[in-house]
C-alpha cells in the first residue's frame, strides 16, 4: 500500500493494535524509499522527514510508531551520503518489522509462562501479544484456560479477542467492560496489551485498562502487561507527557441522537505502575521499575528527537 493509504488506514483504524500500526508505518517508509530515484542526501532527508511527519500525525498517542519511524531513519544523522542513507532506510524498515515479528512471539512465549494451570484469565481490548500468549499457553502447556475478554467500548475490539481466542478452541465469555469487576472474584490473572509504557512504568492502554487494573488490585489479582520494547517512551524520560488521543464523538453516540449533548471519546487512560504486577517484553519479564533500562537501552539505538 502506498504511504496516504496507509496514514488513512492507521487514522481510520483499519490498521489498528500499537505493534501493527509501528509495522505499518515501517512499511510506508519502505515503500517511499523503493518509490524514489532520488539519491541525494538532503533531498531523501526532506522526502523521508515529510513521510515520516504524514504518518506521526495519524495516531499522536501511538509511541510504538514514532519509535518505528526513528528506527527507520537511524541512519540518517550518521551519514551525508545519498545512496547510503536511503539504503539503510530500506534495510532498516525491514529489519524492525521483522524484530517486532519475532518480540510478539517471544513475548507469547515468556507471558505464556506467567499464566497459572486452568487460569480464569481477563482482557481488555485486541492486543496481538496477549492474545498469542494465552493461546500458547493453552495449546502448548497444556492449560485448561478460560477468558472473559471485555467487550471494549466504544469501538469493541473486545469481540475480535474473542472470536480468536473461539477459533483457537479457548473457552470465552464475552462481557461488557463494566461487568469486569463483577467478575474479577473469579479470575486468577489479567493479561492486557499496551500502547505505550513510560519511563515511570506506567501503561497508556485502550480507555478503561486503568479500571480494570483498579479492579485487579482490589481483588489481588496479578495485572499483567505484553509490550514490545518499541512500546516504550524516550520521550517521557525527557519529561515530555504523552498525549491522550480523543477520537470523534460519533464513535460513541450516533451523530444528532442526542441533538446538543456533549461526548468525550477518549482512546486510552493511565494505569499507574503500582497497579502492574510486570510486564512481559522480548528482553524478558520486568518489573514496571525496569521501564527505565528498556528506555536507556532504546536511547542509546534510536535518534530520539530526529522527528520534532
Ligand atoms: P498490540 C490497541 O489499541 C489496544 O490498546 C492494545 O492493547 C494495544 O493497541 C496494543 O495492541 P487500538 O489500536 O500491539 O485498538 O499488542 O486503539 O496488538
Do not use: W
Not at 518480540?103 to 496481538?128: E, M, R
Not at 505484553?226 to 464513535?251: H, N, P, V
Request: hydrophobic share 40%.
Amino acid at each position: 500500500m502506498s504511504l496516504e493509504r496507509i496514514a488513512e488506514g492507521i487514522s481510520s483504524m483499519e490498521i489498528r493494535g500499537a505493534g501493527r500500526i509501528a509495522r505499518s508505518a515501517a512499511q510506508a517508509m519502505k515503500e517511499v524509499a523503493e518509490g524514489t530515484s532520488n539519491r541525494d542526501y538532503q533531498g531523501l532527508r526532506d522526502e523521508f522527514l515529510a513521510a515520516a511527519r504524514t504518518l506521526l500525525d495519524t495516531r499522536p498517542t501511538a509511541v510504538s510508531l514514532r519509535n518505528a519511524l526513528y528506527y527507520t531513519l537511524k541512519e540518517m544523522e550518521k551519514t551525508t551520503d545519498g545512496k547510503a542513507f536511503h539504503a539503510s532506510v530500506v534495510k532498516n524498515a525491514a529489519d524492525f518489522i521483522d524484530a517486532s515479528d519475532e518480540a510478539v512471539k517471544t513475548i507469547a512465549k515468556y507471558g505464556a509462562n506467567l499464566i497459572p494451570k486452568d487460569a480464569t484469565i481477563l482482557t481488555h481490548c485486541n492486543s496481538t501479544a496477549s492474545l498469542l500468549a494465552i493461546i500458547h499457553a493453552f495449546k502448548h502447556h497444556g492449560k485448561k484456560v478460560k477468558v472473559y475478554a471485555d467487550e471494549t467500548r466504544p469501538r469493541h475490539q473486545g469481540h475480535i479477542t474473542a472470536k480468536q481466542l473461539l477459533d483457537n478452541g479457548v473457552p470465552v465469555s464475552l462481557i461488557v467492560d463494566s461487568a469486569a469487576n463483577t467478575y474479577m472474584k473469579d479470575v486468577d490473572i489479567v493479561i492486557v496489551g499496551a500502547d505505550t509504557i513510560t519511563a515511570s512504568g506506567c501503561l497508556i492502554n485502550k480507555v478503561g485498562t486503568s479500571q480494570v487494573a483498579l479492579s485487579a488490585r482490589e481483588h489481588n489479582v496479578p495485572f499483567v502487561v505484553c509490550a514490545e520494547s518499541y512500546k516504550f517512551s524516550i520521550e517521557t524520560l525527557a519529561g515530555i507527557e504523552t498525549i491522550i488521543e480523543e477520537r470523534d464523538a460519533s464513535e460513541v453516540l450516533e451523530p444528532g441522537k442526542i441533538p446538543g449533548l456533549k461526548v468525550r471519546n477518549p482512546s486510552f487512560d493511565l494505569t499507574p505502575a503500582r497497579f502492574i504486577h510486570a510486564i512481559v517484553t522480548e528482553a524478558g519479564v520486568i518489573h514496571p521499575a525496569g521501564a527505565i533500562d528498556i528506555i536507556n537501552s532504546l536511547k542509546g539505538e534510536l535518534p530520539f528527537g530526529i522527528l520534532e
